[in-house]
């Protein structure tokens, strides 16, 4: 006669996941950086550093992530594209980017220093120019075309809309390309809309896209460009002498920023 065997004990009841059917061992949370899943850049191998605000891009469009991958090897290559300041750009929240004027390339290149996707005022003209046309596509509702001959209504409805949403927004106060490469006087409207949204003014300055290509030229050639960026300047108030104000100190600091000296400043 066989000896009785104790009868057995029963497991513990396994702890259900809280992501995932029942049953299946607990896996992290998705939505803790912890998970190797949800760190950023995961999955991908990269030879060659990616670039700035790669990271942001995934999640946009492909016509744009495509874009500007292209454009951003295209500008280190010809034109050893450098970006002084990074830093003081804001990571989250609304902000005016306002910078000088000198060449077609300027809105193609700009964006390239920002650390996210930014919206963006431009000349209508742009949006009838063979190639900057698809480029205006890939930013979709945060290319706002800007008719210059008069006030755009439609346009600054637009900008204040993508500064309460947060954006950064680039704004060239000139009014147009600048014909012999000297700053001249800053319309007050950047300052106006960030007055309104309660954002800062950012100053940047572009050198070298007027050398790469010059009004009348129609293929850019390799001249480096650097973009400088400045001290954010605080919300301003809407009173004229406050819009005056700052925007006379963001004047100031990109004519300075344009007299520095090339190797001026931590280069990203």
């Not at 066989?2 to 057995?8: E, G, I, N, S």
């Not at 572009?206 to 650097?226: N, W």
């Not at 954010?232 to 963001?250: F, Y």
Request: charged share 25%; hydrophobic share 45%; glycine share 8%.
């Amino acid at each position: 006669m066989r000896a009785l065997r104790p009868p057995r004990r029963a497991h513990p009841r396994r702890r259900e996941s809280r992501v995932g059917p029942p049953g299946r061992p607990a896996r992290a949370d998705p939505d803790r950086w912890g998970d190797p899943a949800r760190r950023p850049g995961a999955g991908i191998v990269a030879s060659r550093p990616v670039p700035p605000h790669a990271k942001g891009i995934l999640l946009d469009g492909i016509l744009y992530r495509a874009l500007y991958v292209a454009v951003w090897a295209f500008a280190r290559a010809l034109f050893r594209l450098t970006v002084i300041g990074a830093a003081r750009l804001p990571r989250t929240g609304a902000a005016v980017i306002v910078a000088n004027h000198i060449s077609w390339l300027d809105p193609i290149i700009l964006p390239l220093a920002m650390p996210r996707k930014p919206a963006f005022l431009a000349m209508e003209e742009l949006w009838r120019m063979r190639g900057v046309r698809l480029v205006m596509r890939a930013y979709g509702p945060l290319a706002i075309p800007l008719n210059r001959g008069g006030v755009d209504a439609t346009a600054l409805k637009r900008s204040l809309q993508a500064l309460r949403d947060g954006a950064l927004l680039i704004v060239f106060p000139e009014g147009g390309i600048s014909p012999d490469g000297r700053l001249r006087p800053f319309h007050r409207g950047a300052a106006l809309m960030a007055a309104r949204a309660r954002a800062p003014l950012v100053p940047v300055a572009i050198t070298g896209t007027a050398d790469a290509l010059p009004l009348g030229r129609i293929m850019p050639r390799r001249r480096p460009v650097i973009v400088r960026i400045g001290i954010p300047i605080p919300p301003p108030g809407q009173e004229r002498e406050d819009l005056e104000r700052a925007t006379e100190a963001a004047a100031a600091q990109i004519a300075a920023m344009r007299q520095a000296p090339q190797g001026d400043g931590p280069r990203r």
